[in-house]
């Protein structure tokens, strides 16, 4: 299966600002997947990123808030936009392929 | 609307013996379901996976029970080791394994402490 570094491992940041989040993966992947989990909450996909086209979201997530990138079938980017104290999860990548290997995480703390 | 529950949000268990982590699900299209296991400051790590096609599935100390009509799924492993303390996610998907895969929906998780 893939091995996916994901980074910053963590982070805190002033409300207002925005954080972009890289994965990248060692091997070529046709889809990209971008959760989030909340405290206490499961693992919520926010998006799809395939390369060569736009994200897919899923109700409740948009574009300006999560801009995504996939430049290329190794490597994807999430930022969170205009941060709010709200914004506090881990958020975490993962490829398609056996089992759904997931990058380590970020863990988001907005202040 | 959470479609895959995991309604025990802890479980502590001895060393040595068998641990057990429920899952339930309410879709009736979802036909592949997934285990988890995450230590803290790391991602989720896959486990083990069961088709619907299946009731069992076993790898070594641990084995997952599917119940179609019930909707549920377990996850048993024996005999438990402290090492297996972490959070388990159960996730669930309703493409077909083998072909391209649908998003998974996960569980809350069940944090299981194995005590010596």
Redo the contacts between chains.
């Keep these: 299966s893939a091995v996916i570094s994901q980074k910053p491992s963590r982070d805190i940041c002033q409300r207002g600002t925005s954080l972009t989040i890289q994965c990248q993966v060692d091997s070529q992947v046709t889809m990209m997947f971008w959760y989030r989990q909340q405290p206490g909450q499961s693992l919520t996909l926010i998006a799809t990123a395939n390369q060569g086209s736009e994200a897919t979201y899923e109700s409740g997530f948009v574009i300006d808030k999560f801009p995504i990138s996939r430049p290329n079938l190794t490597f994807s980017t999430l930022t969170v936009s205009n941060m709010s104290p709200e914004d506090s999860s881990i958020y975490l990548c993962s490829d398609l392929g056996n089992g759904y290997t997931f990058g380590s995480g970020t863990r988001l703390t907005v202040v | 609307d959470?479609q895959?529950k995991q309604n025990s949000p802890s479980l502590s268990v001895q060393e040595g013996r068998i641990s057990i982590l429920n899952c339930d699900y309410t879709n009736s299209m979802f036909d592949y379901f997934?285990w988890?296991k995450k230590y803290p400051?790391?991602?989720?790590?896959?486990l083990i996976?069961i088709s619907s096609i299946k009731d069992k599935n076993e790898d070594g100390r641990f084995t997952v029970f599917l119940n179609k009509s019930a909707k549920h799924l377990s996850l048993h492993i024996v005999p438990s080791q402290p090492g297996d303390s972490a959070v388990y996610?159960c996730?669930a998907s309703s493409a077909d394994r083998g072909s391209?895969?649908g998003?998974?929906y996960?569980?809350?998780?069940t944090q299981l402490t194995v005590w010596p």
């Design positions: 959470q895959v997934l988890y400051a790391e991602g989720p790590t896959f996976s996610f996730a391209t895969l998003r998974l996960f569980g809350r998780g």
